[in-house]
């Protein structure tokens, strides 16, 4: 029993399993097992396969057909658009010395990025830079999610390639234009600076900046993994260089007003000074001179107040300067002739509560006298009987009052109030110089107009940029005026110091109180200097400045005493470096005959040397 109930076990269960996968199978259906999972492994792959024939077309149809949205997104993983620097014009004076030129020079830069992955090469790199390690890492830090910043600025090449050979990722340079300056302080007002992008500040550079600024270009590059350049594959755009600018500057009289103001003032004590030099036939500014001065390659830690271009932005009162004018004044409107007597004695004049003084009591002038002597009892004089408003209109004539025109950055008009505004005082002391103010460069551009036949000339700092000017008095007055100023520089007169041996020399010295900004009048001077040279045939007109001189006793501090010499100094050399012929052969001839003595054969006149060179880095 127990066998065969043991044989019969199996039996029992494989019914029961049949009928456990039997249950709910219609009677009589077929086993298809076997059927269906064929059918799913089928289905399954045909789905793979559907997939895999979808990847392939979309793979096809963004690769082939449509592709240019992920090759724009290719490129602009690879390609770079980069600028090509270009130079700026180059400055020159009016013989075409340089002046101001565009050297290359690196900057290095780094893309934050890339470089903060690389953490160990900092401290590396701020070695190479010369800056402290924490310093470098600290501006990457702040920049973290930028992919450039500058690293230094305009360096050396040679300098640039060294941090550059360390191959530490994410530096890069790029070609960039530095300005300099080979005449240094001595034209440093003129031409004014550029800025660490090239841009112009002050000066010319600022005045001309369209002119003299290029175009930067562009070009599309590919650039590896590591940012380096390994194909340029087009130019986008050519640079286009700035353009060169011919200056009416002559780096030669220019070195010799800069070399002689400076002599000036050490010897005068005095605190500032200026020069302004023109051509009287063309209105051209031969050469512009300040102190204090800067050095414009180096303008780290240097003074703002030394940057100021004096001879055109500040204004002075002109002082004894303004009686040639008052005189051509007095002529024009028929009171005067050049021997006409003009009382001064005694010495003095009421000027309602204030009273006139002469240096002293000069007696009777001829109208010639009163510049010669430098009267200012016989300007009141003259002025007093000029109707107010032709008095205005002649000095206005001149300039005085309204901007000069050069075009310079900054330039002053100065004052020159209305009648209307006119105290019971004003006309007279403005005869001699007071109660209205001008620049050197008005200064220089008034007397530039007397020695021009009476034709006044708009300044420019251009060669060939003169305009056709203005005629604001006869010849024939400008020719006599002339020469009733000449007898200032010779003997008996206030500027001996200003005389050129050989040549005849016509100016008025001018020696001024500075106005306290508290009111009134201030303790300290102004000298000033301003001349024509030849006489005969005149060619230059130069106005000279010494601002506070030492009046303390034992020091000359007048227009004579320390800013004539300044005229002559300069004068000399710029008539032989122009090749400006003698007026005054005779009294040379007299002198050197004097000097040699009388039995020796006369010598012949020198002739023009060339002036020395600017050395030392451009500082004269």
Same mark, same amino acid.
């Given at each position: 029993?127990?066998?065969?109930?043991?044989?019969?076990?199996?039996?029992?269960?494989?019914?029961?399993?049949?009928?456990?996968?039997?249950?709910?199978?219609?009677?009589?259906?077929?086993?298809?097992?076997? !059927?269906?999972?064929?059918?799913?492994?089928?289905?399954?792959?045909?789905?793979?396969?559907?997939?895999?024939?979808?990847? /392939?077309?979309?793979?096809?149809? /963004?690769?082939?057909?449509?592709?240019?949205?992920?090759?724009?997104?290719?490129?602009?993983?690879?390609?770079?658009?980069?600028?090509?620097?270009?130079?700026?014009?180059?400055?020159?004076?009016?013989?075409?010395?340089?002046?101001?030129?565009?050297?290359?020079?690196?900057?290095?830069?780094?893309?934050?990025?890339?470089?903060?992955?690389?953490?160990?090469?900092?401290?590396?790199?701020?070695?190479?830079?010369?800056?402290?390690?924490?310093?470098?890492?600290?501006?990457?830090?702040?920049?973290?999610?930028?992919?450039?910043?500058?690293?230094?600025?305009?360096?050396?090449?040679?300098?640039?390639?060294?941090?550059?050979?360390?191959?530490?990722?994410?530096?890069?340079?790029?070609?960039?234009?530095?300005?300099?300056?080979?005449?240094?302080?001595?034209?440093?007002?003129?031409?004014?600076?550029?800025?660490? +992008?090239?841009?112009?500040?002050?000066?010319?550079?600022?005045?001309?900046?369209?002119?003299?600024?290029?175009?930067?270009?562009?070009?599309?590059?590919?650039?590896?993994?590591?940012?380096?350049?390994?194909?340029?594959?087009?130019?986008?755009?050519?640079?286009?260089?700035?353009?060169?600018?011919?200056?009416?500057?002559?780096?030669?009289?220019?070195?010799?007003?800069?070399?002689?103001?400076?002599?000036?003032?050490?010897?005068?004590?005095?605190?500032?000074?200026?020069?302004?030099?023109?051509?009287?036939?063309?209105?051209?500014?031969?050469?512009?001179?300040?102190?204090?001065?800067?050095?414009?390659?180096?303008?780290?830690?240097?003074?703002?107040?030394?940057?100021?271009?004096?001879?055109?932005?500040?204004?002075?009162?002109?002082?004894?300067?303004?009686?040639?004018?008052?005189?051509?004044?007095?002529?024009?409107?028929?009171?005067?002739?050049?021997?006409?007597? /003009?009382?001064?004695?005694?010495?003095?004049?009421?000027?309602?509560? !204030?009273?006139? &003084?002469?240096?002293?009591? !000069?007696?009777?002038?001829?109208?010639?006298?009163?510049?010669?002597?430098?009267? &200012?009892?016989?300007?009141?004089?003259?002025?007093?009987?000029?109707?107010?408003? !032709?008095?205005?209109?002649?000095?206005?004539?001149?300039?005085?009052?309204?901007?000069?025109?050069?075009?310079?950055?900054?330039?002053?008009?100065?004052?020159?109030?209305?009648?209307?505004?006119?105290?019971?005082?004003?006309?007279?002391?403005?005869?001699?110089?007071?109660?209205?103010?001008?620049?050197?460069?008005?200064?220089?551009?008034?007397?530039?107009?007397?020695?021009?036949?009476?034709?006044?000339?708009?300044?420019?700092?251009?060669?060939?940029?003169?305009?056709?000017?203005?005629?604001?008095m006869e010849p024939a007055l400008s020719d006599s005026l002339l020469h009733m100023m000449q007898t200032v520089t010779e003997t008996g007169g206030t500027a001996t110091g200003a005389a050129i041996l050989g040549y005849h020399v016509a100016g008025k010295t001018g020696t001024a109180r500075k106005f306290s900004s508290t009111g009134g009048y201030s303790r300290d001077y102004v000298a000033l200097?301003?001349?024509?040279?030849?006489?005969?045939?005149?060619?230059?007109?130069?106005?000279?400045?010494? +601002?506070?001189?030492?009046?303390?006793?034992?020091?000359?501090?007048?227009?004579?005493?320390?800013?004539a010499p300044v005229f002559k100094s300069v004068m000399e050399g710029a008539l032989r470096l122009m090749d400006v012929p003698p007026d005054d052969i005779e009294t040379w001839i007299a002198a050197q005959a004097k000097k040699r003595g009388a039995s020796e054969p006369t010598p012949v006149l020198p002739l023009a040397t060339a002036a020395p060179a600017v050395t030392g880095g451009g500082r004269?």
């Amino acid at each position: 029993m127990s066998a065969r109930g043991n044989r019969e076990a199996p039996g029992a269960v494989g019914a029961l399993l049949e009928r456990v996968r039997g249950r709910g199978r219609k009677p009589g259906a077929r086993r298809t097992i076997g !059927y269906n999972a064929t059918h799913r492994v089928a289905l399954v792959g045909g789905v793979l396969a559907l997939c895999g024939i979808a990847l /392939v077309a979309r793979a096809f149809h /963004v690769q082939v057909v449509d592709n240019e949205f992920y090759l724009r997104q290719g490129d602009a993983r690879a390609l770079r658009e980069l600028p090509i620097a270009t130079s700026r014009g180059m400055i020159t004076d009016r013989n075409g010395e340089p002046l101001a030129v565009s050297t290359p020079v690196e900057s290095l830069w780094a893309n934050p990025q890339e470089l903060l992955q690389h953490t160990d090469r900092i401290g590396e790199l701020a070695a190479a830079l010369s800056v402290p390690a924490d310093t470098l890492a600290s501006r990457l830090s702040q920049r973290a999610d930028k992919e450039f910043m500058y690293l230094r600025r305009r360096i050396n090449p040679a300098a640039a390639g060294e941090v550059l050979e360390l191959g530490i990722p994410g530096v890069y340079s790029q070609r960039e234009y530095r300005r300099f300056y080979p005449q240094g302080e001595a034209l440093a007002h003129v031409l004014g600076f550029t800025n660490v +992008d090239d841009h112009g500040q002050e000066g010319l550079e600022l005045a001309f900046e369209d002119w003299l600024s290029g175009t930067p270009g562009a070009k599309r590059v590919i650039r590896d993994g590591q940012g380096r350049i390994i194909e340029n594959v087009d130019l986008l755009r050519a640079p286009e260089p700035g353009r060169d600018l011919v200056l009416s500057i002559d780096r030669r009289i220019q070195y010799l007003a800069f070399r002689e103001l400076r002599r000036a003032i050490t010897e005068a004590k005095a605190a500032a000074g200026s020069v302004v030099i023109l051509d009287v036939h063309s209105g051209e500014i031969l050469a512009m001179a300040n102190l204090p001065s800067y050095n414009p390659n180096q303008l780290d830690g240097q003074s703002g107040d030394a940057r100021r271009n004096r001879a055109v932005t500040d204004v002075v009162e002109p002082g004894s300067t303004m009686k040639p004018i008052t005189v051509a004044a007095a002529m024009e409107h028929g009171l005067v002739t050049p021997d006409t007597i /003009v009382d001064t004695s005694p010495g003095y004049i009421s000027n309602g509560r !204030y009273t006139i &003084n002469d240096f002293r009591n !000069y007696g009777a002038l001829t109208a010639t006298g009163v510049l010669t002597k430098s009267s &200012n009892v016989g300007s009141a004089k003259l002025a007093r009987e000029l109707p107010d408003g !032709y008095f205005h209109q002649f000095i206005q004539r001149f300039g005085y009052g309204r901007k000069p025109g050069s075009g310079f950055p900054g330039e002053a008009s100065g004052l020159l109030a209305a009648p209307a505004q006119w105290s019971g005082t004003s006309k007279s002391t403005m005869s001699y110089g007071y109660g209205l103010s001008a620049t050197p460069l008005q200064i220089a551009v008034a007397y530039a107009a007397i020695a021009n036949g009476g034709r006044r000339l708009t300044p420019t700092f251009v060669k060939g940029g003169a305009g056709e000017g203005e005629q604001i008095m006869e010849p024939a007055l400008s020719d006599s005026l002339l020469h009733m100023m000449q007898t200032v520089t010779e003997t008996g007169g206030t500027a001996t110091g200003a005389a050129i041996l050989g040549y005849h020399v016509a100016g008025k010295t001018g020696t001024a109180r500075k106005f306290s900004s508290t009111g009134g009048y201030s303790r300290d001077y102004v000298a000033l200097f301003a001349g024509v040279v030849p006489v005969e045939n005149p060619r230059f007109a130069m106005a000279v400045l010494i +601002d506070e001189p030492d009046a303390s006793k034992g020091h000359g501090y007048g227009g004579g005493a320390t800013a004539a010499p300044v005229f002559k100094s300069v004068m000399e050399g710029a008539l032989r470096l122009m090749d400006v012929p003698p007026d005054d052969i005779e009294t040379w001839i007299a002198a050197q005959a004097k000097k040699r003595g009388a039995s020796e054969p006369t010598p012949v006149l020198p002739l023009a040397t060339a002036a020395p060179a600017v050395t030392g880095g451009g500082r004269p």
